[in-house]
């Protein structure tokens, strides 16, 4: 690629190494880029931006020549499981310059996306505030990638995904300047569609596509707790009773814009597109979020099922008592923990001795071969350690006596701390240790209604057990009924490269017909944007495609994600290691 022209402070790199790297990120893909750049600072962003779009036309597509279009695409961790942060043509890095935590304050922070959460955690905890909606690869992960791809984890069950901490975004958008983005009242709304610059005509452009599509919209918001499939439309406008915290905040009781007047009734948050956006839409260089408060108290009620069938009443049981978490992993899992105990009590805190006990009940299991079907975790928090004992008791009394399920209350943070680091690495575990196989989560994000568990899980395991070569292990969020699969698979068998799209079609048709959605948390990235067809209507996937064209009419952000992706490409970048 010719970068003549191009003025940067910082670094750029064309190494066969360092593209190899870049080629690969934690899901089934390999695209090896033409070039990695390291910006050093916005203005490095906004000229790459301006470079990019005053030279697409002259490096235009060469499909025969296998020539990539040039783009640009964030990359902070590399740990996204879809192949978000994946191109063939401009690489951006952020952890290498953008990797600042900026400011703490007394209910927020202020990052590059470039900083580790790990980082990023302990400058909030020093102040005693938390970002709950850090997903599971908490070690690994980028606040970049958090807000890329709406991130969520064990704590969204009570306090949301990402997208409900976003105070501000800086992002640099298709016509190479900055921008801030924030919650909007009305009559700021108003303000901003009157500016007779991009800004405005992307205030505009959205505000009439949503408004007077605004019922179609509404009726294709997936019914789910939890997705992040395709763009969020269904929340960009904004009714005064939410921008208002003391009205009520009942949704239901505000007319659509057409009904009432979007400009005295409705503001808007652009943020809500940006956030799960996976780069596609402008690139953020600055994040503001709103933290809370952690409870003091923190206490498991550990149980092992045995048999599947009770799970979504054993579940809506719990859920009355309202868990922080509640988080499951399967006796698979449970398994690759104590088969590369090392490397898992390494992550742990504490005596290395003392921890090797602490799996020493799991061991017995697996060896007299009485392990779970299930582990499930749930974690009760309080300001009040004596309201958590309670709660603990009578959910431990329930289980046992209605679901004649085994538990076990966990004394302490370090005995806690076993069973969420067994959750938490398992897909490190699996990646590290699974020899010539490969993890390959390509259906590792479903989610469906709790109520619809007994139904669900027979029939993901009948369809996963259509390929008896398919060894897979189950992890995920029990009280969302969102589920990660991980399968293993050898890519230089044809026949597993083939079972990709075959399992897939199936799995993504019955997640469909249960009104869940194929993206609960990991986003669309190469492996799901061809199938969301099947969860949204064509007039939706036209919607997505005009919101895309409006905020980046020359297809410079990361392109193939969330519009314009196919399955034959992605089929064709499937990694041969």
Known sequence: MNLEGLHIKGDITTADADRVRYSHDASIFEVKPEVIIYPKDSEDVKNLVRWVGEHKAEQPFDDAQGKPEISLTARSAGSDMSGGPLNDSIILDFT?????????????????PGVYYRDFEKETLAKGLLLPSYPASREICAMGGIVANNSGGEKSLAYGKTE???????????????????????????????????????????????????DAIQKAKPDVSKNSAGYNLWDVLVPINELDPVRSRARDSVASPKDRGAATSYGMNLNKLFVGSQGTLGLVTKIKFKLIKPKKYSKLLVIFLNDLAPLGDLVNEVMQFKPESFETYDDQTLKLAIRFLPDLIKKMKGSALSLFFEFTPEA?????????KLVLLAEFTSDDESEVDEKLAKVQQIVESKFKAKT?????????EKYWTIRRESFALLRKHVGDKHTAPFIDDVIVHVDQL????????QLVGEYPGLTYTIAGHAGDANFHVIPLMDFHNEANRQAIPELSEKV???????????????????????????????????????????????????????VGGTLQYSLAHISKE
């Not at 076990?408 to 806690?416: L, N, Q, Y």
């Open 96 to 112: 290498k310059y953008f990797n600042h935590v900026l400011e703490v304050g007394n209910e927020y922070a202020v990052t590059e």
């Open 164 to 214: 409900k901490y976003i105070e501000e975004l800086n992002v640099v958008l298709s016509d190479g300047n900055e921008y801030v983005f924030r919650s909007l009242t009305p009559e700021e709304l108003e303000i901003k569609k009157s500016q007779n610059d991009f800004e405005g005509q992307i205030y505009r452009e959205m505000h009439a596509l949503i408004e007077s599509n605004y």
């Open 364 to 372: 017995i299991m697996i060896l007299t071969g009485g392990l779970p």
């Open 408 to 416: 076990h209350i966990t004394k302490d943070s370090e005995e806690a």
């Open 454 to 461: 007994p139904t669900f899980l027979p029939k993901l395991n």
């Open 508 to 562: 993504y048709d019955l997640v469909v017909s249960l009104h869940g959605s194929i993206t609960a948390e990991h986003n669309d990235g190469l492996i799901r944007t061809p199938y969301l067809g099947k969860m949204y209507s064509p007039e939706i996937i036209e919607l997505f495609k005009k919101t895309k064209q409006i905020f980046d009419p020359q297809n410079i952000f990361n392109p193939r994600k969330k």
